[in-house]
């Protein structure tokens, strides 16, 4: 167990993101999480998190300061359905690839992205192309980006209260789901456990406690 880690969650007030905060929060870790609308910054203390405002969209908005110190960052943001192409450019991709710059520049190695399956079916129409092309090119560029990475996909996320039993693959190849509570307890494993540096993976339901099911990436 990693002791008293810096957390720094990008797209804090999102449901995954609020989960994660409180785990970490309850686990004694320091978390500052970001957040781009003010009347946010309540919700944000309520799960043990420091507020800092920040938009990924606004170049004036100071992620720098909102990563300095920390140990690690997460990137839990995502434009959200009903955005357009550009939106989904813009902070899937844009505010993923800033968090990239911003970790580098205060010397943060550890990145954690909340990705997503299907990153391979980036050419599909509709919605949900722009989409997965934006993710897969932000996991590309933190694949390379020399941090120490982990990139973590959910297959489709529910509000089911979490059963803390998962099933973890580089590629199940099969449509899934999981339910937010579950991705958030994966996320801080993740943080607990340093072997998982370096690795990609896909998370969906399983029978599998997560803390057992992380430690299978070796
Ligand atoms: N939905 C699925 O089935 C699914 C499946 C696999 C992976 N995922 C990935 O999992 C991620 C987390 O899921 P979730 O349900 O927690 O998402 P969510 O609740 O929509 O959270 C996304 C957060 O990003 C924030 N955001 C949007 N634009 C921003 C900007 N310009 N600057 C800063 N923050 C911005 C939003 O802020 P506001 O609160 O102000 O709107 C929101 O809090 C998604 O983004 C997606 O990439 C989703």
Known sequence: MMEGMNVTIVGGHGQVALLLAKRLA????????????????????????????????????DLDGAVAGADAVVFAAGAGPGSGAQRKRDVDLGGAVRLIGAARDAGVQRYVMVSTVGTERAHVSGEMGPYLEAKRQADEALAKSGLDFTIVRPGRLTDDAGSGLVAVAGHFGRAGEIARDDVAAVLHEVLEQPQTIGHTFEVMDGDTPVERAVATLA
Do not use: I, K, N, Y
């Open 26 to 61: 309850d686990a004694g870790h320091r978390v500052r999480s970001t957040h781009r609308r003010p009347e946010h910054a309540a919700d944000l203390e309520a799960v043990g998190a420091e507020p800092v405002l920040v938009d990924l969209e606004d170049p004036m908005s």
